[in-house]
C-alpha cells in the first residue's frame, strides 16, 4: 500500500479517471484506483495500443519505463505495475503544480 494524501490522491484520480476514459467512484482508495486503471491498461495493451502509447505521452510517462515492466513481467503484475507509474507520475505533476502556482497579486494594480 502506498501512502498518499487524500486531496492528492482524488485529485490524481479524477485526473487519471476523465484521461484514461475511466467512471471512477467520487472517492477511491489506493489499491481501488490502481485495480481500476490496470484493468483499463491491459484492455488498452490488449486491444487498442496506439491508444495506450498516446495515453502514455499525454500522461507523460517514458515509454522506456514501461518496456522495462512489460519486458520482465507479461502478467496481470506488469498492468498492476503500470497502473502504479501512471499513478506516480500524474501525482508528481499535481504537486509540481501546486509548488509553482502562482498567486494573482492583490492590488488590481500589479495584475498587468
Sequence with gaps: MTLVPEPYLQATARELGDTMELRLPDTVSYEQL??????????LISHHFEQFVFLLYRIDVPENQIRIILDNDAGAGAYHKIAALLIERQL?????????????????????
Design 92 to 112: 508528481q505533476k499535481i504537486k509540481s503544480r501546486e509548488i509553482y502556482k502562482t498567486n494573482p497579486p492583490e492590488n488590481e494594480e500589479e495584475r498587468w
Design 34 to 43: 490502481e485495480e481500476l486503471l490496470a484493468q483499463r491498461v491491459e484492455t
